[in-house]
Structure formats: structure tokens, C-alpha cells
């Protein structure tokens, strides 16, 4: 049997009508009844029903209807008393005694619901606040009924004793645990947390109830005079260690139930071997109030733990399908960068070919002698082609990029004389930009790299540089020795990078949101190809942009040994 997981209702607005009618009903009939729950030989009912379902009642009424359930308990209960005969004010104080004790409960558990909500910032389940799920909740349930059994109990002993009824403290004491019976046995059901998916065979419940019920049999019934009552506890144990808490409760109630109708009759255990009928009647009642705190408390424990372990395993599930799902977007990334590479190098060295015959025969209409226009026409071509071609070059090297270092061809450079030819490269774009590009080089400034790597990454952060600084600007480079290692610095005087785009800017493809408006020409590929190539040279790139403004870019190389002297 698999109940089903049912949400958490929302908090209820108003009290259905049925309850209105079943709540006052019950009570009234369950009174009536509970006078027939008495031994033989004193007045005192064993079990007072009534008190129990007036606490289920109450509980089950929305929060802002419950003073009216309360209200309803007492009129209810002072009726049920006055038909008898007895004297209406002590019916009245009989009423007072049923509605406090409802009060009392009603009111300790709104009150430690509320004070949950606070800690936790949530409510617990179906509107009603309060719900057996945790054994200090269980806990919680068992002292505030016993603490509104007790109030109920002390009215009742002040009423005997005004209108002299005989009663005795004894008596009061009695009057609590018969009450306190019935509110643990009656009052769970307005309490049960939502349902759990358990799977339990229908077998077990029904060889466990057959097993249970005969033992009752056993130890309640005139065919047998042996103590054994304590071996219901041994059966019960069985439910409530396996059971929902839908089927244990049940079994609980109809145990005490049927356990108190054999004790009336004269049957059974304690009926047998109790020295007089107040004996009889309190070992009962100790026996069914020990039931009902045995099942509270044992089965909101075991509650407990499945509801933690199920959402841990709930967590554990969730988590692996995410992992799964990661796992697959990697893969499926993997795959499509593998496919882009692939494309991205078979394309660009298609390209080359044709690019570089287009360079070659500009170059060669450049030579001719043609008018304005048609040389203007040139030109054009000749400095797209030109572009075209330094875009196949930063294609292919980000499709080496991966290359052994024993396919470079690593030669000791001189920072000065890389830099001039880098400067010298960019002062045209730098003058029409109208941009100061200068460069202050260190005599001792020697490092090892591949020539045509070292150039095309410090070119790509000067063309960067001047690119982005505008008219007026500064960009400077410079180079100095720091230990093993050479340092290029290239710094501008433009607007810089936001964190959010310092974070990005190594991205293949990725491209400032300023470049995009600004209409400033690129492919996003610059800074990614600069730090390949440092990478494969053994050396690094970072950049940063200071609080004054600019951006600051730094190319580190090994540096040379030293020169051996003789």
C-alpha cells in the first residue's frame, strides 16, 4: 500500500459545515456514551470520550472559529450533563471544565506553531498549524494535553467540592487520566502530518491486526486468567515500527477501545486481579494512556526519519540528475568546440591560398600606373585583403594552439628591437587615429619565444591599445627584466573594462559591449590569440584597469641567460 504524496494544503479560511454539525453531535452522543464506561462498584466513568473528541473538534476548526468551538464544547457539554438531572450549575462548571481543557490544548499548540514560524519563517502543513511530524512535536502534544486534562480536572474538583459531591483529590486525580486518555487517543486524528510514499503489503497490516486481535482475545476474555497485557505492547510495536501512521493511530484507539469494553464487562486481566473496582478502573486507564503516548510519540519519531530520509534521497536525486545533465551539456560543449576548431582550421587554411594571390596581384596593380580612381580602387582592395589575411592568421593560430613546443622554434630576442618593429607596424593607425604611440624598452631586456609568436601577441595588444583609446590618447609600451622573466607593459589612456568584461575578455569570440556600440572593428579574437601564444612560449597575459582609467596589459616571456663571460 502506497499512499500518495499529497502537498501541504493551504492555510483554511473557515470551518466546513459538516464540521459544525458532526463536532457538537459527537460530543453530545460520545458523553452520553462515556456514563456507560464505568466499573462496577464506583460512579466515575473509566474513559470520557466526550473530552477527546471536543479537542479534535477544536483543532479541526479553522484558527479564527476556534473561541466559537470552544464556545460550542461548553454549551454541548453542560446539556449532555443537565440530562440526568443534576443541578445546572454544577453542569455548567462540568461544561467550564470540558471547554478549558480544549482551550488550554488548542491554545499551547497555536502558540508553539507560532513561535516555529517565526524561527523557521514557515508554517507547517494543512492550515492547521501544529502536526505530529517530529517527536518533539509529539512531545509537545502529550505535555499540553496533560496540562489542559489537569486545568480541567481542578475545576471539576473545586465544583465537587462546592456543590459537595464527594469528589477528593484522588478523584480529580482520576478524572485527568481519564481525560488525558481519551485527548492522546481522539485529538492525533486533527494532527496528521501529510502522507509519506511507504510501500507495505497489505498482508503484513492484516496478519499484524488478526495477530493483535487475538491476543486481546487471549488476555481479555473469560477462556484465560493470564497477566499477559503487556504482550499488546510487543504486537503494537510491530505497527508502529512498519505502519503509516493512518493505520497505527486506528489501531491504537480500537485496542483501548476494545481493551476497556472487556475490563467493564469483568473480563480480563485487570478486572481479575485488581483488589477493588478503583483499582480496576485506574490500572485501565493507565494502561490506554500508556498506549496512546506509546503510538504519539513512537510513531511521529519514526515519521521523523523517513520524512528526513526521503527528503535526503529526494536531494541525492535531484543532485544526480543535475550532474547528469551537466555532464551531458560538457560533453555536447566538447564536441561542438572540437567542431568549431576543426572548421575554423580547415576554412582558414582554404583561405589562405586565395587571400594571399589577391595580396600578391594588388600588390602587383599597385606597381602600375593607373588614374585616381582606379588606384583608389586598389587601395581598397589591397587593405581589405590585407585584413582578410590577418584574420586567417589569428584563425589559424588559435587552431595551433595546442602545438608541442617542439613545432616552435623558441630564439633569444631583444625586447628593444621587437617593440620598435611592433611600434613601427601600428604608427600609421596610431597617426590617423591621432594617438601618441611610443615605447620606452630596457637595454637588458633579452627573452626566448618564437619571433612570429612574440610579434603577433604584442601586436595584437598595441593594436588593441590604439583601437580603443581615442583622439588625444597616449599608449605606451615598455619592457623591463623582472628576475627570470622579461615583462612587456602596454598601457592606454582609453576608457578600460568594467569587472564584468575584465572576466570575459580572454573569451574566444567576445567582444566589449563598448566595441559593439561603438562600432570599433574586431573579431573578439585578439586577446584570446595572445594568450595562446604566450601559453605554448612558456610565458602569460593579464590585464587590469586601473581606478584613474586606461587599461594596463602585460606580456611576460622567459628571459635569456645571461651572457657567459669568458
Known sequence: MTPDERPPRS??????????ILGPVGILALALIGVSFSVPGIELAVWWPAAGFAAWFALRAAPRHRWIAVLAIFIVTTTANALPGRDLLLCAAYGLANALEAAVIVTLLARRTRLFARRAHLITRAGRGFVLDTANNALYFVLAAALGCVASAVVIGAAGAVFSTGFTPLTGLFVAASHCAAVLLIAPFALLPPPLATRIHAIEVTAQTLLLVGMIVITFSPLTNLPGAFLIFGLFTWAVLRFPIRIVYPQALATAVAVLVLTVLGQGAFADRSSTPLETAAVTVIFMTSLAVFSVLLTSARYETLANATAALELTRVQAAAERERAAALSERLELERQRQDFVATTSHELRT?????????????????????????????????R???????????????????????????????????????????????????HRIASDAVFVADRSDAVRALGNLVSNAVKFTPQGGTVLVEAERDGGFVVFTV??????????????????????????????????LGLAIVRELAERNGGSVTIDSPRHGGLRSRLVFRAAPPPVVP
Request: charged share 25%; proline share 10%; no cysteine.
Open 388 to 438: 582578410l589575411g590577418d584574420l586567417v592568421e589569428d584563425l589559424l593560430s588559435l587552431g595551433h594552439g595546442d602545438a608541442e613546443p617542439a613545432a616552435l622554434t623558441p630564439v633569444e630576442l631583444a625586447a628593444a628591437d621587437l617593440a620598435s618593429d611592433v611600434v613601427s607596424t601600428h604608427d600609421p593607425l596610431a597617426m590617423t587615429r591621432q594617438v601618441d604611440l611610443g
Open 11 to 20: 492555510r483554511p479560511d473557515r470551518t466546513p459545515i459538516w464540521l459544525w
Open 491 to 524: 598601457t592606454d589612456t582609453g576608457p578600460g573594462m568594467s569587472p564584468a568584461t575584465l572576466a570575459r575578455a580572454f573569451d574566444r569570440f567576445y567582444r566589449a559591449p563598448d566595441a559593439e556600440t561603438q562600432n570599433t572593428p574586431g573579431t573578439g
Open 354 to 386: 586565395p587571400i594571399t594571390s589577391i595580396l600578391g596581384y594588388s600588390e602587383l596593380l599597385q606597381e602600375s600606373e593607373f588614374p585616381p580612381p582606379e588606384r583608389d580602387w586598389v587601395e581598397v582592395i589591397h587593405r581589405n585583403a590585407a
